[in-house]
């Protein structure tokens, strides 16, 4: 198993250089069963992590332009009659697939966006009245640029709540930038990591069965209980944010090597598992202080078991 999972992080790194904490926690949130958001300027390979995410765990990976008049069937599918049978027929959409990239999430009417919650939450679109299963595994990298904001449409809090994690990858620091600028460029490993879909559903299982303490439990309850009660913080950490938490703790543990879930998991996925999650009050915002900052506020007054 841990030469799977060494398998899965080489090809993550030999496509992201340079960005190890990112690529764990798009592998810890893939073994988790959930969906990632990166919020960061074009160009600084999100798309490209994707794809090799996909190509590591030999899936397949399908991609969806946001746009003002992207339409919902153009993310689930469209029921098609067909004249020579004289039936309907269901075309799939690219939503049908292990890794979806939905590339600027935010530029698409919120119309459009809620056609993405059944398939995050359930696993599953509705069209039509008939229910389609999606692969599994299936996991979302959604992508919004956080500095243009002319013609956007920001995701609401359900929607920002379905995601179990939220990240940058920044910039490149300088002898990062010259090996991508020497290469051509972000470029996927040209042959998969080994792992089959199967092999990827077993780690995801493995994540799942990792043993997390009452004490483990308790602490997250705690740093739940902080974001609501913290006096700059309008909206805290939903019950379901415990749950991915946990689940993402979980499979952090799993990359580290151990069969048990430790304080310093739940530590390392904290910001990136409720930064999105956290709304601060207008006068905190005024302030300019980050849902980040709060979060690590909560954390050093909450002692540790």
């Known amino acids: 198993m841990q030469e799977l999972l060494r398998s899965l992080r080489r090809n993550l790194d030999a496509a992201l250089r340079g960005r190890p904490q990112v690529t764990q ?11 990632l958001l990166l919020e960061d300027v074009p160009g600084v390979g999100k798309t490209t992590l994707a794809r090799a995410l996909a190509q590591s765990v030999g899936g397949t990976v399908g991609r969806i332009q946001f746009a003002p ?6 993310v689930t599918g469209v029921t098609v009659y067909q004249a020579e049978t004289g039936e309907f027929t269901f075309r799939r959409g690219p939503v049908f697939a292990t890794v979806v990239v ?17 398939a995050m939450q359930e696993g599953q679109v509705t069209v039509d009245g008939t229910t389609h299963a999606l692969p599994h595994p299936f996991m979302v990298i959604a992508t919004q640029n956080p500095h243009e904001m002319a013609g956007t449409y920001p995701l609401p809090e359900a929607q920002r709540d379905r995601f179990m994690a939220r990240t940058q990858i920044g910039y490149p620091d300088l002898t990062e930038e010259l090996s991508i600028l020497t290469s051509g460029g972000w470029v996927p490993p040209s042959s998969a990591a080994g792992l089959t ?17 009452e004490r483990v439990y308790y602490y997250v309850l705690d740093l739940l209980r902080a974001t609501r009660s913290h006096p700059q913080v309008a909206l805290g950490a939903s019950p379901r944010a415990g749950l991915h938490l946990v689940s993402l ?57």
């Open 197 to 213: 879909l199967e092999q990827a559903a077993g780690l995801i299982d493995a994540a799942r069965a990792q043993h997390v303490s």
């Open 249 to 305: 703790a979980r499979a952090w543990s799993l990359l580290e090597g151990r069969d048990h879930v430790l304080p310093d998991d739940v530590q390392a996925i904290l910001i990136p598992g409720l930064s999105h999650r956290v709304t601060l009050r207008r006068d905190a915002l005024l302030q300019g202080r980050l849902p980040g900052d709060v979060l690590a506020e909560s954390l050093k007054g909450i002692a540790v078991p």
């Open 69 to 74: 008049d992207l339409m919902p069937a153009d």
């Open 102 to 118: 939905a590339d600027e999430i935010n530029r698409a009417s919120p119309k459009t966006q809620s056609a993405l919650l059944e």
């Open 25 to 35: 926690l798009a592998a810890a949130v893939f073994l988790a069963g959930g969906h």
